[in-house]
Structure formats: C-alpha cells, structure tokens
C-alpha cells in the first residue's frame, strides 16, 4: 500500500503487508481526504494525454453539485492542467 505523507519516504511492515509512506509536497496533500483530492490524484495517475471529452463527461456524471463546489474551492492545490480540466467539469452546471 502506498500513501502520502508529509514526511519522509519509509516503508513500514505490519505482519506481512508493508506499507510505504512516499513524501509529497504539502500542496499535493491539501485537498486530501475530499473528492477533489481524489479527482486530482486520478487525473495526475491517468496524465495529460489521456484525459478526453469522455473522462470529463464521466466526471459530470458522477460528481455531485457539493462535489463540484469544492472542486473549484480546491483549483489553486491543481497543477495548471488539472485545473483547467477541474473547470471544464464544472463549467456545464455553473
């Protein structure tokens, strides 16, 4: 298992799962634990150039009006990409 952390990168056994705390900078942790951490990080793990009309539209779907809010409550935590396309999922019900 692999999670964020804000300190540094170890890896911790418990029994026989390990579990590896990767550090990250605090503007990747900021949004963690909301949806929009969530989004964030899928977009980040499917990249740029994967990233269609389709994923935007499945987002639409899925993501409730709440959900929308706080994505653009959290943009400023997105790289410029992410934000963009954050925008666009919410651009229709604005």
Known sequence: MLF?????TRKV????LEIVLK???PRNL?????TSGLVIQA?????????DDSVVG?????????????????????PAWIAAIMSEVVQEDA
Do not use: E, F, N
Not at 4 to 8: D, I, M, N, P, S
Not at 30 to 34: E, F, I, L, M, S
Not at 58 to 78: E, G, M, T
């Open 58 to 78: 499945k987002l639409r779907a899925r993501l409730s009006p709440k959900d929308k809010a706080q994505l653009l409550q959290d943009l400023r935590y997105a």
């Open 30 to 34: 900021a949004a963690a634990g909301r």
């Open 13 to 16: 056994r418990i029994g026989k």
């Open 4 to 8: 964020l952390a804000a300190g540094k």
């Open 23 to 25: 550090r990250a900078m």
């Open 43 to 51: 977009l980040r793990y499917l990249g740029q150039r994967h990233v």
